[in-house]
């Protein structure tokens, strides 16, 4: 069997067992980034940092969705050949900020519903010679309302 990859370093973990995104949560303010991609608080109206790394909701409520036909910009990773693929932004419960990722594989975009439920889970992107290439989407969770 293959290795399984995170196609970008450090943007999720499978460790410690369900999937969870990994975040930067600022010691002193208490705000969290994500992605992590800077190591000090962007919060203008702090001077904290480092970050600590911390995991982020694995839930939260679908807040906008679309069905891409563009290979998305970096921090977001896509497959090459580039195919399709529904992006959800959903905003996280706890840290109620808005996580973008490619819908889970089988998602029926026209049943999709503003606001239910959506769960994180890894799935493999695209596979070569060495490994399967894995990265965080989202699935719907049940329709609530
Ligand atoms: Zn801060």
Redesign the pocket.
Known sequence: MKPRVPVVDGLFTEDAGPPALLGGR?P??G?VFFPKQWSF?R?PH?D?GPLDDTPLSTRGRLWSWTDNRYAPPPPYPAGDPFEPYGVAAVELDAEQMIVLGQLARGTDIGRLQLGQEMELVVEPLFEDDDAVHTVWKWRAGSVTG
């Open positions: 600022c002193r303010c705000s608080c919060n702090c904290g």
